[in-house]
């Protein structure tokens, strides 16, 4: 895997990371056969203190579980938004580092290329690890949007000024739509067409389903096939 960088001292120090590495992300798809999906999502213990980082993979198309690895390190940079890559990256890429496989696609619990410097957690770990990414969040960080159709697989584009940085999409007609955006090596296009064939019959894909419940510590890590590294 990439060293980014070691940690950096101020929040000028990290912004300037972000700002220089951004020009690595690649915005096209790059990535060949999708046989196995990951999705990555962080749990925080003791007071904050403490990182648990999970990463499910599932089979693709039929999002079955394969493989999934939990990781714990200190958390050791402050909550600053814009700035989660530094908090939380490095327990997401010891997580990928347990799995036995390398999965084909990873679709991260956070923001890719919609970040105010267009390098998003998702990009963050996606150029680290040299993955194909796609930033898939809950929440708007930054830009602007329409209201997507009422209609499953519709979306509008979510822009800061003139730049296309995301896709707002409606996964389920009634609910709440979600942010995805380019992570590394792959178009928007692409992204969103991998988010839809990862949703099932809820409002997440089920990766995001279930890397988000193996981080929270909910105990269905023990009904899992568990990583082949130590």
């Known amino acids: 895997m990439l060293q980014i960088q070691g940690e950096p001292r101020t929040v000028q120090e ?3 990371i972000q700002e220089r590495l951004r020009e690595r992300v690649v915005r096209e798809d790059r990535l060949g056969t999708v046989r196995h999906v990951c999705g990555l999502d962080i749990g925080l213990l003791r007071a904050n203190t403490l990182a648990r980082a999970a990463a499910a993979v599932l089979s693709f198309p039929a999002l079955q ?3 999934c690895a939990i990781a714990y390190e200190p958390v050791t ?9 530094f908090r939380e990256a490095p327990a997401a890429l010891a997580a990928l580092a347990k799995l036995a496989r390398k999965p084909d696609l990873l679709l991260y619990d956070g923001q890719g290329l919609a970040h105010p410097r267009r390098f998003g957690i998702a990009c963050h770990v996606g150029l680290a690890a040299d993955i194909p990414t796609i930033g898939v969040a809950k929440t708007r960080l930054v830009g602007t949007h329409g209201e997507p159709p009422d209609t ?7 822009r800061d000024g003139d730049e ?16 995805v955006s ?4 792959i178009s928007l296009e692409s992204a969103i067409r991998y ?6 019959r809820y409002r997440l894909p089920e990766t995001t389903r279930w890397s988000h419940r193996l981080a929270s510590g909910h105990g269905e890590a023990a009904q899992w096939p568990r990583a082949g590294k130590p």
């Open 77 to 85: 940079f402050p909550y600053i938004p814009g700035l989660l890559s």
């Open 164 to 179: 296309t940085i995301g896709a707002v999409l409606r996964t389920r007609p009634g609910t709440k739509p979600i942010y």
């Open 65 to 67: 579980p394969v493989e």
């Open 152 to 158: 499953r697989g519709a979306w509008t584009p979510l």
């Open 182 to 185: 380019i992570g590394h090596r």
């Open 195 to 200: 988010v839809m064939a990862c949703v099932t």
């Open 14 to 16: 990290a912004k300037a």
